[in-house]
């Protein structure tokens, strides 16, 4: 009789612990769908409460499953930007799509970015895209923000879209963590050198096809540092007749940034600033991306930024600028450039009801456009004589073109001829990066539950935990300018793992802690 007894207990217990398993992966099932912010907190502290061993929260953080799909090939949604403006975007789904496999990533960004209007017709745009050409070969997934005006690849709303997508992306498919990439042509380019610069974590490498370096400095007044390309492998290209950044410029920006330590793989191609001129490239970059996985756990990274917000590269995070004097090592990386190609500073709007090329919205900036009283609306027909039906005859006209040349445009305005003259501004001088603010810079190494920072104006940073980097049952030892500041034990943070991951989205990079440290 005490025998079966003490069956039935166990029994008992079991069916208990069962009930407490279930109800906390429940939660969990609940936190990973939820939106509301609020709510989510709610649930992370009823989860706590709960006490899991923060070993099984992983697991089950690790293996989460996902339902089969009901559509696949090009998708149009739209989402709700932080600006609470809703947004088109594409998604293409391979529909060889399997929800057990884990599944690449690509995020291309297109070019015009600072126009006021999205693609009218975003499915046709990412269908005649190369890269989904590229992403429908390989079974990859490929998705297509759509920014404008107010939402570029450079300012907070269209950089927090770009995010939320891919963790958007990530909560409903089996996306493979390590194998995340963004690029793109333009515009899309000068982003994909940004993020290598401000926010490379998600991704393993970039696609810089005929872009800026200095585009997210000079439009988007952020901070952009050479050294940071050490980190994240770029492909970038350029032409030799791209009429806005030309091989023979640009090249000076890609030397820079490879002695400051980027790993830039480099082309010059013939051709314009077009696309379709580098079409013969995407074999070459599928290659390229298939190589270069993200490297969730470098053992060496080098970080510089002149703001917290910007201040992350993997496990290693700046959180405090100093105004204090650099170290000797610590030197700006930048490089003179000169400004001589030819722009009357306007974005074109879509016109297919008349000829001309009708003006959307004037640039900022000292362009030919301000100098000769150039407004929206107005609609350019003619050009020191030559006819404008379409935007392919401006771009011919500006093509004979030279720096300080007199100029004189006839404009429809009203349904008035105006005529406007003036000069396009001679050559100009400027930095690739524009510096406003002092920055930090850290060179961090790390071995043997060892980690060496050479620091300089750094007040304070952190280290993101990974049981696979990190031994938790030894001490981290942490040495910054040669003297240890820390040596003692990690404890994983089961609020710590929640929170985080419900930002993230990173099956394969759970952090079980962060340390912070000021020095």
Request: charge should be negative.
């Amino acid at each position: 009789m005490n025998f079966c007894r003490t069956i039935i207990v166990i029994l008992i217990l079991l069916a208990l612990s069962s009930t407490a398993i279930a109800g906390w992966q429940e939660d969990i099932d609940k936190l990973l769908a939820e939106t509301d912010s609020v709510a989510q907190n709610k649930l992370i502290t009823k989860i706590v409460k709960a006490k899991p061993d923060w070993r099984d929260v992983v697991i089950y953080l690790e293996n989460k499953t996902f339902p089969p799909v009901e559509q696949t090939g090009l998708i149009l949604r739209t989402t709700t930007c932080i600006d609470d403006v809703e947004r088109p975007w594409v998604i293409y789904v391979p529909p060889d799509y399997e929800p057990s496999s884990s599944t690449p990533l690509f995020v291309y960004l297109h070019g015009g970015v600072s126009r006021s209007d999205i693609y009218d017709e975003p499915l046709r745009y990412a269908q005649e895209s190369l890269f989904y050409k590229m992403a429908e070969k390989h079974g990859w997934f490929i998705i297509y923000p759509m920014g404008q005006a107010g939402a570029t690849w450079w300012d907070e709303i269209g950089m927090a879209n770009i995010a939320n997508l891919v963790r958007t992306v990530k909560s409903e498919f089996n996306i493979d963590d390590d194998r995340v990439w963004l690029g793109g042509f333009s515009d899309g380019a000068s982003a994909a050198f940004l993020h290598a610069m401000v926010a490379p974590s998600d991704y393993g490498a970039f696609i810089a096809l005929n872009g800026h370096m200095g585009v997210g400095s000079e439009d988007g007044d952020l901070p952009t540092f050479a050294p940071n390309f050490y980190n994240t492998p770029v492909y970038a290209t350029t032409t030799d007749r791209d009429q806005l950044y030309a091989s023979n410029i640009m090249r000076a920006t890609i030397d820079m940034a490879r002695k400051a330590g980027g790993e830039i793989f480099y082309r010059e191609l013939e051709g314009q600033h077009n696309i379709d001129d580098i079409d013969s490239e995407i074999p070459l970059i599928s290659r390229f991306l298939d190589r270069h996985p993200r490297n969730p756990f470098p053992n060496k990274i080098i970080w510089e930024t002149a703001e917290k917000k910007y201040g992350q590269c993997r496990w290693f995070a700046i959180d405090k600028v100093t105004i204090d004097q650099p170290e000797i090592w610590h030197t700006d990386h930048n490089v003179a450039l000169i400004d001589d190609h030819i722009t009357v500073g306007f974005m074109p709007a879509d016109y297919e009801d008349s000829i001309g090329v009708k003006v959307d919205r004037l640039a900022d900036g000292n362009y030919l456009a301000h100098r000769i009283g150039l407004q929206a609306g107005d609609i350019i027909i003619q050009a020191d004589g030559m006819a404008i039906t379409a935007l392919n005859d401006l771009s011919q006209y500006k093509a004979g073109l030279k720096r300080g040349d007199y100029v004189e445009l006839v404009v429809k305005r009203n349904d008035k001829k105006v005529t406007l003259k003036g000069q396009i501004p001679e050559p100009e001088n400027y930095n690739l990066f524009f510096r406003k603010k002092p920055s930090a810079l850290v060179k961090v190494g790390f071995a043997s539950n060892r980690i060496d920072i050479d620091a300089s104006r750094v007040g304070a940073f952190r280290i993101l935990i990974h049981p696979d980097m990190v031994h938790l049952d030894q001490n981290l030892v942490i040495r910054v300018n040669g003297d240890v500041i820390h040596n003692e034990k990690i404890s994983p943070d089961l609020n710590f793992i929640l929170n985080n991951f419900v930002k993230n989205r990173d099956r394969l990079l759970i952090y079980v802690a962060e340390l912070r440290i000021k020095i």
